[in-house]
């Protein structure tokens, strides 16, 4: 009888074992991508009943915005969202804000779009007394410039004279945005404490009790 080469046989099977796993392997991530299709088509097939819906949440939003900017007679209303674009390379969530919802008034500069995906540790003072008081007025914005640098040099580049912030929750009472009010140039701030409450609770039912 031959004498059997156990070297011969431990790269047969060496090479038989890398060949199984290679087909594992290959089997997961095709398993992987045809999930992540089919996630992918059936939220797509639900975003033709949302859109209606959407649309309508959006109307009364923005309608219900202008209201409070007529009767404050401010240069914008704007609402923000919390959220979590990414995280940083330790693994901590990179925590940002948008501008999801803004009105202005005509010949003001719309700033939606720029006042987008900015990460809280930009302007770190403002967002931990806003979340602290939940409620920041600001009568003239020169005042804050020692105490929230980063946040004056962001509004004064937008013409910010002086403004009012509330804070939006969740059902929990969670903290998940807020509402800024600002007047510009020699627009002079027509306080309302209770009307700005009222817009934050109108924004809170609409969009952030459906999460």
């Not at 209201?67 to 693994?91: C, I, M, S, T």
Request: hydrophobic share 35%; glycine share 4%; aromatic share 8%.
């Amino acid at each position: 009888m031959k004498e059997i080469d156990f070297n011969q046989v431990l790269i047969i099977a060496t090479n038989v074992g890398y060949v199984i796993a290679g087909g594992i392997i290959c089997y997961l991530i095709i398993r992987k991508k045809i999930v992540e299709f089919l996630d992918n088509y059936k939220s797509n097939l639900n975003v033709g009943s949302k859109v209606p819906k959407q649309a309508k949440t959006d109307l009364d939003i923005i309608k219900r915005m202008e209201q409070v900017k007529e009767l404050l007679d401010a240069d914008r209303v704007q609402v923000y969202e919390f959220h979590n674009g990414e995280h940083y390379a330790n693994g901590r969530s990179a925590l940002k804000f948008s501008c999801t919802y803004e009105v202005s008034r005509v010949g003001t500069q719309s700033i939606q779009q720029k006042m987008s995906h900015i990460p809280m540790s930009c302007v770190p003072h403002f967002i931990e007394q806003l979340l602290d008081q939940e409620f920041i007025k600001t009568s003239d914005i020169e005042k804050t410039k020692e105490e929230m640098p980063a946040t004056y040099e962001m509004r004064k580049s937008i013409g910010v004279v002086s403004s009012q912030d509330m804070v939006i929750k969740n059902k929990n009472n969670e903290p998940v945005g807020f509402i800024s009010v600002q007047w510009c140039k020699d627009h002079k701030m027509r306080s309302d404490d209770r009307e700005l409450f009222r817009l934050a609770t109108f924004v809170e039912e609409r969009i952030i009790g459906e999460k």
